[in-house]
C-alpha cells in the first residue's frame, strides 16, 4: 500500500537517510521515496500508517499530513 506523508525538518542528505532507516526498521521491505524540496515522503508498505508515523516522530521529524 502506498502511504504519502508530509514531514518537515528535514534539511539535508543525512536527514533523508535518518528517516529511511526509521521506516526500514518498521518495515525493512518497504520502498522509500523521498522528495526533501516538496517534504514529501513516499512508502510502499504493509504496515499501518499509524506504525509509520510514529517511526518518522521518534526520529524527530514532525509528520504534518
Known amino acids: 500500500m502506498n502511504q504519502t506523508f508530509t514531514v518537515t525538518g528535514m534539511t539535508c542528505g543525512h536527514c533523508?537517510?535518518?528517516?529511511?532507516?526509521?521506516?526500514?526498521q518498521v518495515d525493512p521491505q518497504a520502498e522509500v521515496t523521498i522528495d526533501r524540496a516538496q517534504n514529501q515522503v513516499q512508502v510502499d508498505s504493509t504496515q499501518p500508517r499509524?506504525?509509520?508515523?510514529?517511526?518518522?516522530v521518534e526520529e524527530g521529524y514532525a509528520v504534518v499530513a
Open 16 to 24: 533523508e537517510m535518518a528517516v529511511k532507516r526509521a521506516l526500514k
Open 50 to 56: 499509524e506504525s509509520l508515523a510514529k517511526a518518522i
